[in-house]
């Protein structure tokens, strides 16, 4: 059962959606437009009794993945994340832009650069640039060419927003890296028929 905040809570997430088309649309995905949104974002995610736990129960293993707002065809996809102490994802490429704000605990983004020409199959080596640690009154974005990996730091769950350019569903090919090997492979892409 929602708690009495879930009509909030929507209304909220649909005027957060309407910034975002309104940033986007006038100025495009690059660095400068989504740290804009990300910032809306943040703004939103500092309401955490619009993310109540009764609303977004705990996972039962690493994490999951809660709807708020996915728009239909190739619309944004507005998402409550939620990731357990020590949960890793390696690095790895989106191909669709992505911002991520902190509702409670700590998750580690930590970004690379391509540092090969691509050309070999299969072979792919990153070197590490920076790092962003997302928590309440944080937030991250990226543009659709940068990689990242995180990581959640401490012992409590990882809670966190995550506005994508396309809802999950139509997600492109997934894009991993194994800086250990210097192997890269790709999932297969969403967007079957676009």
Known sequence: MASSNAAQRRSACRSLLRQAHAIVDKEGTGAAALEKVRDRLVALAMRPELFPREDFPLPRNEGCIH??????????GLYVSITMPGKVAGPHNHGIWCINAGVSGRERHTFYE?????????????????SVLV???????????????????????????????YALARFPSVVWYNPEFNAVRATPSRRAGV
């Open 67 to 76: 709807s708020l707002e996915v728009e239909p065809d190739d619309g944004f």
């Open 114 to 130: 391509r540092t090969d020409n691509g050309r070999r199959a299969g072979h792919g080596t990153i070197e590490e640039v920076r």
């Open 135 to 165: 928590r309440p009154g944080t937030g991250m974005s990226m543009v659709e060419s940068d990689i990242h990996a995180n990581t959640v730091i401490g012992r409590e769950p990882a809670v966190s927003l995550m506005l994508y350019g």
